[in-house]
């Protein structure tokens, strides 16, 4: 599915109907986001925090490697910024296999490991959102995953 974005009233309005969306998942939830610098990736995953309710501030975890922030319910949103710091695959293992619904967004995920990767997509309900520049529009390439990194 491909969108088209001019600007950030959108990308919040993109993010509300992506929230509907992971909501009405039951298992935890894999997205993987990529795209160049500045393209909008951490604003994104700050309007989708905000849809999905949770009233902590977002902030970019490129120099710490990661932030979680926690929802009223019990459930945790995970954000990794993987560009530069490595991720913990043990981590990522152990999420999926909580019993709890949790949401793990990876920013730079054509970065990681393809292997490792390949073995954590079957585990969560996986969705990819390749972001590009198109003049001035930003356009959103979404995918659902299937355990061989490749479209359903």
Not at 33 to 56: C, F, H, M, R
Not at 89 to 97: K, V
């Amino acid at each position: 599915m491909i969108t088209r974005i001019r600007s950030l009233d959108q990308t919040r309005d993109y993010a509300k109907s992506l929230a509907c969306e992971l909501s009405s998942q039951s298992n935890s939830i894999l997205l993987l986001l990529n795209g160049d610098l500045g393209l909008g990736k951490t604003t994104l995953l700050k309007y989708l925090v905000e849809a999905l309710g949770i009233s902590e501030t977002v902030k970019s975890p490129s120099f710490t490697g990661s932030c979680v922030y926690h929802h009223e319910s019990g459930w945790d949103f995970y954000h990794y910024d993987v560009y530069q710091v490595l991720v913990d695959f043990g981590e990522l293992l152990e999420l999926s296999n909580m019993n709890i619904k949790n949401i793990i967004a990876l920013e730079w995920a054509s970065r990681l490991d393809l292997e490792k990767l390949q073995i954590l997509i079957p585990r969560f309900h996986t969705i990819e959102l390749n972001l590009k520049m198109d003049g001035e529009e930003r356009i959103i390439h979404k995918n659902l995953l299937k355990s061989n990194y490749g479209l359903e």
